[in-house]
C-alpha cells in the first residue's frame, strides 16, 4: 500500500497544527492568541488584556514579565543553559538543593530533580517502592509495589500517575485496562476547620484501607489539604496527622504531592505546615520556577536517601531525566524564592484570603452547592456543571480569563494581583449565576 497523507489546507492549519490538551479540537473555538503579558494579564494579538485569574495552572504566581525572574533567566543563559547532572554538577543545581532543604519541614534533606510535577511523582513512587525493598528496619515490606491514594485525587497525566488518580471521577477511566491496579481510600469530607472529632470518620476510613492492605502498599500518597484537579476538595490538617500516624504505625512511606499545594497556595509555604508534619517524600513543582520554566523536585528524609547506600550499583536510585536541574530552572527558582522571601509573599496571600473570604463565602444562588476558600484559591461548586456554561465567556467580556471545569468555577490568582483586581475576578465569577435564569 502506497503512504498517502493529507497535508491541513491553510484554513485548517492554524487551527489544526497545534493539538491543544483536554480539548475536542473538532469543536474548539478559536483560540485566544496571548503575545505577553504584565504581572496579573495576559495580552493579547489585538493588544486587549486579560486578568488572569488561574495564573496559567496556577503557576505564575509572581504574575507575568516579572523583571527579576526575566533578567534571572537572561543572566543564566549568558553563562550555561543546560548540563547533565550525570558526574558532574553546577551552582545554580547545588544552590537549589540546598535553598529547597532549608525552607522545607526539617528532615527533608536530599533533593532529586526532574521537569515536570507529573515525572516528579513518578521518581517518587519508583523511590518510594525501591525503598521498601531496601531498607533494613523492617523485613515486612519487601514484596510491596502498590500505592494507596485518595479518591478524588490528582497527581499527573503519565501512565504512572494517572494510575494514581481518581478512577471514577477522573478523565482517566478509558485508561483502567492499561494501567496497574492501586488501592484507593475515600476522599476526605471533614473540611479545613472541621473539629478534630468530626475527621475521626475519614481517619476510620484511612485505617481501614491500611489495615486490610498494608503488606502490599509501599506508600501512601495525597495532595495535603487541597486535592486541586480533583474537584478542589479542601481537607482537614487533622487527616495529615493521621495519615503520618498511620504510616509509621504500617511502614508506610507517606508521599506529599505539593505540586500545587506549595509555594503559598494554601497559605503557608508548603500546606503540610498547617498539621506540623514532614511527609518521607514531598514532590514540587508548578510554583518551583514562579512558572517561569518547567521544572520539579522530589525531595527525601535521610532514611530514605540512606536506603540506596550500598556496594551495588544496582541500589542506587536508577532514574535521571535529560534535564533535570536545568540552570535556567534552577536559577529562575532560586530568584522566584528570594522575590517570595523579600516582598513578604505570606502577608499577600493571607490579604488576598481576606478578599477572597469577604467577596465570595456570603454568596449564594440555587444552583450553588458549596463555596470554599483556603489561602489564595477559591471555588464555587455548584450542583450541576451545566450551570457554568457560558461562565468563562461571562468573564472574558469582563476582561477575566477564568477557566471552569466539571462543576467548579475557581480562581488560583498570582500573589501579585492587586485587591481591585482580584475583586474584579471575584465579581466575574458571582455575576455569572445573576445571568441564569
Ligand atoms: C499539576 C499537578 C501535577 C502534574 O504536574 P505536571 O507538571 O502537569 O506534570 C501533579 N500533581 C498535582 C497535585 C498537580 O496539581
Known amino acids: 500500500m502506497p503512504c498517502t497523507r493529507t497535508r491541513l489546507t491553510p484554513q485548517t492549519l492554524p487551527q489544526q497544527a497545534l493539538w491543544h490538551p483536554y480539548t475536542q479540537m473538532q469543536a474548539m473555538a478559536a483560540p485566544l492568541e496571548i503575545v505577553g503579558g504584565a504581572g496579573p494579564r495576559m495580552t493579547l494579538a489585538s493588544g486587549e488584556t486579560l486578568l488572569d485569574a488561574t495564573c496559567s495552572w496556577w503557576c505564575m504566581i509572581h504574575g507575568y514579565g516579572h523583571p527579576r525572574l526575566v533578567s534571572a533567566i537572561q543572566a ?23 535553598a529547597l532543604v532549608r525552607i522545607t519541614p526539617a528532615g527533608l534533606n536530599h533533593v532529586f530533580f526532574s521537569d515536570s510535577g507529573s515525572v516528579g511523582m513518578e521518581v517518587a513512587m519508583k523511590m518510594a517502592v525501591q525503598y521498601q525493598q531496601q531498607r533494613k528496619d523492617r523485613d515486612d515490606t519487601k514484596g510491596r509495589t502498590r500505592m494507596l ?28 485496562d492499561f494501567l496497574p491496579k ?4 475515600p476522599a476526605p469530607t471533614a473540611g479545613f476547620t472541621a473539629s478534630r472529632e468530626a475527621v475521626e470518620a475519614d481517619i476510620a476510613g484511612l485505617r481501614a484501607c491500611l489495615e486490610a492492605h498494608h503488606h502490599e502498599i509501599a506508600a501512601l500518597l495525597m495532595e495535603p489539604l487541597l486535592q486541586a484537579a480533583g474537584g478542589l476538595n479542601m481537607y482537614s490538617p487533622f487527616y495529615l496527622e493521621a495519615a503520618r500516624t498511620l504510616c509509621d504505625e504500617f ?6 504531592d505539593e505540586v500545587a499545594t506549595g509555594f503559598g497556595r494554601t497559605g503557608k509555604l508548603f500546606a503540610c505546615e498547617h498539621a506540623s508534619v514532614t511527609p518521607d517524600i514531598m514532590v514540587l513543582s508548578k510554583g518551583l520556577t514562579g512558572g517561569y520554566l518547567g521544572h520539579a523536585a522530589t525531595l527525601a528524609q535521610s532514611h530514605i ?35 517570595f522571601e523579600e516582598d513578604n509573599y505570606l502577608a499577600k496571600i493571607a490579604e488576598l484570603n481576606q478578599v477572597l473570604r469577604e467577596e465570595l463565602l456570603d454568596f449564594s444562588h440555587p444552583a450553588i452547592r458549596d463555596i470554599r476558600v483556603l489561602g489564595a484559591t477559591a471555588v464555587i461548586e455548584v450542583h450541576d456543571a451545566r450551570s457554568l456554561e457560558g461562565a468563562q465567556e461571562h468573564a472574558r467580556a469582563q476582561g477575566v480569563w477564568l477557566r471552569p471545569f466539571g462543576r ?24 455569572h449565576f445573576t445571568t441564569l435564569s
Request: with cysteine; net charge negative; proline share 4%.
Open 76 to 98: 543564566q543563559a549568558a553563562e550555561l543553559c543546560h548540563v547533565m547532572l550525570g558526574g558532574i554538577r553546577h551552582r545554580p543545581a547545588v544552590e537549589l538543593a540546598e
Open 182 to 185: 492501586h488501592y484507593f481510600a
Open 305 to 339: 536517601f540512606h536506603a540506596f547506600d550500598g556496594e551495588d550499583a544496582n541500589t542506587a536510585f536508577m532514574h535521571g531525566p535529560t534535564f533535570m536541574g536545568n540552570p535556567l530552572a534552577c536559577r529562575v527558582a532560586l530568584e522566584s524564592l528570594k522575590v
Open 408 to 431: 467548579w468555577l475557581y480562581t488560583m490568582p498570582a500573589y501579585i494581583t492587586s485587591h481591585d483586581d482580584l475583586r474584579q475576578i471575584t465579581r466575574a465569577m458571582t455575576s
Open 251 to 256: 511502614g508506610v512511606v507517606l508521599i506529599f
Open 149 to 176: 491514594s485518595l479518591m478524588k485525587a490528582y497527581h499527573g497525566d503519565t501512565a504512572g500517575c494517572m494510575a494514581v488518580c481518581d478512577p471514577e471521577e477522573g478523565m482517566h477511566s478509558l485508561f483502567a
